[in-house]
């Protein structure tokens, strides 16, 4: 298996410009999860997915923030507008079940920065 | 809420020499815990897990971990550490079955030559 595939995998854009970043999870992994890196605040999660349909969004910093899967191998994290303070990496897990001893399996993940 | 605690930001251990990489947890019924690693510019990759059963995990690259239920704790170690250890560790907590880990701030540990 290829494991998690995250791309961009670099991103480098100024501020107000709209990001996408795109993930793909392991194939049968039912669950989806969109993590944010910073010195700062550590690992933060942003919001997660089962069967495609988001569970948690709570972690989403602001409006300006969304998130769609729009099928089992795909989801999307989009930023409109950027701002210099979402400058981080962004991670994509994926897991095949939560309960117990599921295990979450990352990507190597998006390092943005927003001039 | 469950949550997880890595007292320490760096850890330094000189080659050869055992390592620990501390975790405590806080969890109101059974925990499930977790360690990963991050290489520079890498994602987080699993090392083991503790479900139940015998509190000596053990993991890839030759790490262990033991779960301490009555200090609360899940150290990470290693009996002879490698300079390629050297790298960010977290760890984390699930307590209830269909929720998302939650992880720790991370442990970086150094592997000096």
């Known amino acids: 298996d290829a494991g998690v595939i995250q791309s961009p995998r670099h991103e480098v854009t100024e501020m107000g410009q709209e990001v996408t970043l795109r993930c793909k999870p392991i194939?049968?992994?039912?669950?989806l999860f969109w993590y944010r890196q910073t010195m700062m605040r550590g690992l933060e999660l942003l919001i997660y997915f089962n069967n495609n349909v988001p569970i948690d969004d709570s972690g989403m910093p602001e409006d300006r923030f969304s998130a769609k899967m729009p099928n089992a191998s795909f989801s999307t994290l989009k930023i409109q507008p950027s701002e210099p303070r979402d400058s981080a990496v962004y991670f994509c897990a994926s897991s095949l079940r939560l309960g117990k001893g599921g295990t979450q399996y990352f990507g190597p993940g998006t390092r943005l920065l927003v001039l | 809420a469950q949550s997880v605690a890595q007292p320490e930001d760096q850890v330094n251990v000189a080659e050869g020499n055992p390592l620990t990489v501390k975790c405590t947890y806080s969890?109101?019924?059974?925990?499930?815990l977790f360690w990963y690693v991050q290489y520079p510019n890498r994602g987080l990759q699993f090392l083991l897990k503790y479900i139940t059963g015998d509190n000596l995990v053990k993991g890839s690259y030759g790490f262990e971990a033991e779960f301490n239920k009555s200090q609360t704790s899940f150290h990470l170690k290693k009996p002879s550490a490698l300079v390629s250890d050297s790298a960010l560790y977290f760890c984390?907590?699930?307590?209830?079955?269909?929720?998302?880990?939650?992880f720790g701030k991370g442990t970086r540990l150094s592997v000096i030559a």
């Open positions: 984390a907590v699930r307590e209830t079955g269909n929720t998302p880990l939650v």
């Open positions: 194939s049968g992994h039912d669950y």
């Open positions: 969890v109101s019924g059974n925990p499930y």
